[in-house]
Structure formats: C-alpha cells, structure tokens
C-alpha cells in the first residue's frame, strides 16, 4: 500500500496536519496511524463505584485514540510563545502566532463556537502578582472546555474520515528509510509506504520515538523534567484570577535556591484525575465547560524545573523514579493537607475528612516530604505563601496537595527550522518532538508540515 503522506499518531499534531493536507489537496493519498481507539471507544474504567483507581490498561484511554492525550482534557488552547513549547524557535514568532489563531479559527468552526477567550492583556492582575514576587505571563486563552472540545474533535473526525484512511489499534512498530527516498511503516497488520511521512506520537509515544531515532540515526537530547504536586482548593480563593484569567501561568523564583516554581493547567471548578504514563500513576486535572458539571473546587499545578548537565542524561528516568516512589508508598497517587505538610506529619483518611476541601481524586493520604526531594518540595512550600498573598486563603492548612505531579518532557529530536529530520522526508511535530507541550503549539506544527510539505511555506 502507498500512500502521498502516512501520519503516526492521531493527536491534535496528528489530526492537524491531516485537516490541512486534506484542505490544500484534496488529491493527497494520507493514512493516519493510531495505536489508541476511535474517540466514541475511548473510555477510562475509573467510574468512582467500582474502579476507583488506575488499573494500568495496556493502551490508556485517557493518552491513546483519535484525540490523543489532549481528547478529555480541558482544551485550553493557549495563544503564546511564552509557554506551551518553543515552535517559535523553529518558524518565528509571528509565524507561530498566526498558526495558533489558525487552529483557534478552526476550532470554532468546528463546534467552539461560543466559547471564551480570555487574555492577560490590560489586567491589573500582572500588577498585583508584581508587587508580591509573583511574574504572570502573557497569553490567550480559548477554554473550550472537557465537553466542547470532545464536540470538535467529533467533527473533525467527521470531516477527515472520508479523506483520510484511519487506522485505529495500530500502533506503528518501525519506520524505515526505502532507498527511493520515501519511508515504510510497519505494523503487525502490514508494511506501508509513504514519500512523506509525518511522526506526532506525544508524550506516550516517547520510547517509541526514541527507538526511531536511534533506527535512523537522528541526534536527540533529553535533559528537562518538571516535578511538582496539584493543589486544590476551594473555588473562591482563586476566582479572582480564574474570573478574569481562567488559567494563568504564573512564575515565581524561590528565596531559598532561587528556583523557578510555576503555576500550571489552572482548572477551575474542575476535578483531579490520575494521568497513567507507560504504567506510571501520576496526577492532572481538568475541568468542564458545562456548569452543571462544576465541582466546588479549583485545581492547579505547581512545578519545578529541573534542568540536568552532563554526564546525567535520563531527566525522564528521575521524574519516573519520583513518581514510582510515590506509587510505591500510596499504591497510586498520594494526597495530603498543606497544614500537615507544614506539621511534618503524614495526612491520614480521618484529616482530609474532616478538612473543609472535598477532594476530587480518591487518593491514598500520606506524606509527600517523604517522595518529593526537599529543595522542590521547599520551593512548593514558598511559592503557595507567595500565592496566598494575592489570593489569601491558598495557604490554608485544609488545601489539598496531590502527588506528584510530573511533566515529562519528550527527548528533543534534531529538526531543521521546517521540523524534518536528517532524513529528508520525515517530519517530527508535536509533543513527541520535544518542541511542543500544548495543545496549540501541538497543531499549528502539524498545520506548519502540511503546509511545508505541500510547498505552501516556500
Ligand atoms: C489530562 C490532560 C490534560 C491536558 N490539558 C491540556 C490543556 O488544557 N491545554 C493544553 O495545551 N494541553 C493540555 N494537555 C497536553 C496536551 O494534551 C498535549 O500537549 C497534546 O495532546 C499533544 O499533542 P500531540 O499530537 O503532540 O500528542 P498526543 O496528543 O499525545 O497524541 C499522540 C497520539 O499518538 C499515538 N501513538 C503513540 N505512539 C504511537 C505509535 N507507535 N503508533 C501509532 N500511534 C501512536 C497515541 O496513541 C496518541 O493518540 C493535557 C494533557 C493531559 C494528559
């Protein structure tokens, strides 16, 4: 079988690129490759009665299928350089801009039509933030939120099904280089050809990926991982910035150690989940678009960065080793109450019941002194202070801290300025490129190939 383009993943990079290609030729031959399900299959077993904890599925339902890992998340769409990837580094800032409001456009038009567009210009929140140590970045935000964007991505499937060959269940075991110059993809049902093909395998694609490129003999690099707990806490504490801001990225550097801590993924009136990573528990969260489907409480993450020198490569294997002891001691994610934290004393059932937060993840209480290294762990500690002074009430001993939160960063691949490999022909986009962290920058790279391949970017 041969194909104009084959794509690996059905992501947001993935389903982009596809949407584009199809847009500008209608004639392109395109396969997508997913090794997950279609998007109506796509269901976790979590249901709170009976599985009320991650059962390490084989393909997890919440990071594999034609959505991927962004499919039921909260589809805040960010329209930034400031965060959510370096794309820019690659195409320029305008360039990334404007494919960012591209996929916005598209979005809408797909079914988000309605939905809010909140931004950090003109606030006088940054001023407040400011003048307590705290550094808030600037963006837009589209929240589509949980259920509108599962809409959107409905449609989408809508409009590429016809176009596109969809292989659901397929996960793509090698890629090889033919000597014509194009590639083949290999699964268990078959080998198929490409001239072009397109990797967007995100984050759970990631050992996959560096299989491919050892294979194929492209350079990568791996040296960043971000480790840090999910606060939660009662809705009102954070309406003034979730109000006006909905999310807000918010930095602050540590007395101590002069670490950067970072506020991320802010959901308000939403819910903490498990996030299951090649068998590894660890937290996140999302929140809903519909109000009936709000919860009392705010959730949001704070990170630190760790960034490793040589001769230590594996910044992954140590995030992994922090969430494994953290699987270890609670069996899966572990909660505890800030003002046990601060006591030095582990949260047990009977504390977080009696504590005035209702959590939303049945987590295992304990004491996270006990998995999160002390230096990260301190700069949480500074930092929810810091936040309890534009936003009294964050540092309250009943807020809820869940553990850990890890954000893995894919290795990064060497990529010229279009996102191709050494190898001419074979483009790497989204998260798994290492160059994306986010749902916008995801898709306009996967807009940007289509565009390059199909000789629009010239
Ligand atoms: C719970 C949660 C909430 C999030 N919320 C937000 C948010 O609000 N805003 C935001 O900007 N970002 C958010 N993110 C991150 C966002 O989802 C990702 O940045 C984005 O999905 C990356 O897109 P991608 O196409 O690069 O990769 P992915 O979305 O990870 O898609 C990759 C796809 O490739 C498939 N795949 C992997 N390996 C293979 C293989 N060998 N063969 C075939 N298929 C393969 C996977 O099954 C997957 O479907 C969230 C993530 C999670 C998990």
Redo the contacts with the bound molecule.
């Keep these: 079988m041969k194909y104009d383009v084959i794509i ?7 389903i982009f690129s596809a949407y584009e290609l199809t847009k500008i030729d209608s004639d392109l031959k395109i396969a997508i ?4 399900n279609p998007l109506e299959k796509r269901k976790c077993p979590i249901d709170g009665v009976k599985v009320k904890t991650c059962i390490k599925c084989p393909t997890c339902a ?4 034609f959505g ?3 499919a ?7 329209i930034t350089n400031q965060f ?1 990837g370096s794309l820019y580094e690659y195409i320029g800032k305008n360039e990334a801009i404007a494919l960012m409001k591209y996929v916005d456009e598209i979005n809408l038009a797909y079914g988000g039509e309605g939905t809010k567009l909140y931004s950090t210009a003109d606030t006088k929140i940054k001023k407040m933030c400011l003048e307590n140590g705290l550094h808030l970045l600037d963006a837009q935000v589209r929240h589509l939120g949980t259920d509108i964007n599962y809409v959107v991505l409905e449609n989408l499937y809508n409009y590429l099904k016809d176009k596109v060959e969809i292989f659901f269940r ?3 075991e090698k890629v090889k280089k033919l000597d014509d110059g194009g590639y083949s993809v290999i699964t268990e049902s078959g080998e198929y050809e490409c001239d072009k093909c397109i990797i ?6 990631s050992k ?1 990926m560096e299989s491919v490129c050892n294979d194929l003999d492209i350079p990568t690099k791996s040296n960043r991982v971000d480790i840090g707990v999910r606060v939660e806490l009662p809705a009102e504490i954070f309406s003034a910035l979730t109000d006006e801001l909905y999310e807000s990225k918010i930095v602050y550097r540590t007395e101590k150690f002069e670490d950067l801590v970072r506020t991320f ?1 802010m959901n308000p009136h939403g819910a903490v ?1 498990n ?1 299951n990573t090649n068998g590894i528990v660890t937290v ?1 969260g ?1 929140s809903y678009e519909d109000p009936a489907k709000h919860t009392e409480n705010t959730n949001f993450a704070l990170l630190v960065s760790k960034h490793f020198s040589e001769p230590f490569k594996d910044s992954n294997g140590y995030g992994e080793s922090i969430a494994k002891l953290s699987n270890m001691l609670g069996g899966g994610v572990i909660v505890q109450r800030f003002g046990d934290l601060v006591r030095g004393r582990r949260s047990n059932t009977s504390r977080i019941q009696e504590g005035y937060v209702t959590p939303t993840l049945a987590a295992t209480p304990g004491d996270l002194s006990l998995v999160i290294p002390k230096r990260i762990l301190d700069g949480i500690i500074e930092m929810i202070y810091a936040l309890d002074k534009i936003c009294p009430g964050t540092a309250n001993d009943d807020t809820l801290l869940y553990g850990v939160e890890v954000k893995f960063y894919n290795m990064e691949v060497e990529l010229d300025n279009n996102l191709e490999t050494r190898n001419k022909g074979l483009f790497v986009i ?3 490129s290492g160059v ?5 920058h ?1 898709s306009a790279s996967g807009v940007y190939v289509a565009r390059y391949i199909t000789g629009q970017n010239q």
């Design positions: 690996v993943g059905a992501g947001p990079g993935g490759f997913e090794a997950g919440i990071m594999n299928g991927g890992a962004g039921f998340s909260d589809g805040k769409y960010n959510g397929t996960p793509v967007s395998v995100g984050r759970s694609g996959w993924c989940v996030e996140n999302h989204g998260d798994g994306t962290h986010s749902l916008s995801a």
